[in-house]
């Protein structure tokens, strides 16, 4: 059964810092790994995917790696401002064992504050 | 594009009602979804379509719980009758590939009472 894991499940850091969060996955049968932005009260935002063949994925001032032999993931957001406070979700699409569907499975988050 | 719509945007609702959760996906995309948020639980899974038609519903928790997609611009979540631990919110998301990004509504946040 695949399983998704965010540490730390909470971050508070002061604007300015660079700062790494983390998702595991227990299964590397993936197509692809999301990770998302969620605002309190609101709905999920997409970030940054990255397809299973790949390693790495830019976005601005955000980096995301795969290593999906290892099942693990991490988020890097530069120069971090207090908008971008939030909470970030992994989520990894899951192959099927048929090979032609997936689900896509969500990790609990980490919650990121930016103090200025 | 206006995005994944779902509509109401709150719902509250005394236990043992019916409460129907509506979305509307992004034109042309051809996979539908359903997720459910709670605290304890995070995001889960409920039902998703293909081509308007269901291909996993392993993850409805209850018989109370019923999805419909008649046809390619609209879903609905039905839930009968309603109890106070079905409070939460409930997402829409569409994708073109299943295997490509996916894109989230707004959600509904459900209140039983």
């Known amino acids: 059964k695949q399983e998704v894991t965010q540490i730390p499940a909470a971050l508070s850091v002061p604007e300015g810092e660079n700062l790494v969060l983390n998702c595991s996955f227990t299964d590397s049968a993936i197509y692809n790994l999301q990770w998302f932005r969620q605002d309190p009260g609101k709905g999920l935002t997409s970030l940054l995917l990255i397809q299973s063949s790949q390693r790495e994925q830019t976005s601005g001032r955000l980096n995301a790696s795969l290593d999906k032999s290892s099942g693990r993931s991490t988020l890097y957001i530069a120069a971090s401002q207090p908008g971008d406070s939030a909470t970030y979700l992994c989520?990894?699409?899951?192959?099927?064992?048929?090979?032609?569907?997936?689900?896509?499975?969500f990790g609990q988050g980490t919650t990121l504050q930016v103090k200025p | 594009d206006a995005g994944v719509i779902q509509s109401p945007r709150h719902e509250v609702t005394e236990m043992g009602q019916e409460v129907t959760l509506r979305c509307k996906p992004i034109?042309?995309?051809?996979?539908l979804f359903w997720y459910r948020q709670t605290m304890m639980r995070g995001l889960e899974l409920l039902i998703y379509?293909?081509?308007?038609?269901?291909?996993?519903d392993s993850g409805m928790p209850e018989d109370r719980f019923s999805a419909k997609m008649p046809n390619a611009s609209f879903s609905t979540l039905k839930i009968q009758p309603s109890e106070p631990r079905d409070s939460a919110v409930y997402f829409c998301?569409?994708?073109?590939?299943?295997?490509?990004?996916?894109?989230f509504g707004s959600g509904t946040r459900l209140t039983v009472v």
């Open positions: 379509f293909n081509n308007n038609v269901p291909i996993d």
């Open positions: 034109s042309g995309h051809d996979y």
């Open positions: 989520a990894v699409l899951h192959r099927s064992s048929s090979g032609n569907t997936g689900k896509l499975i």
């Open positions: 998301a569409s994708s073109l590939i299943y295997h490509y990004g996916y894109t």
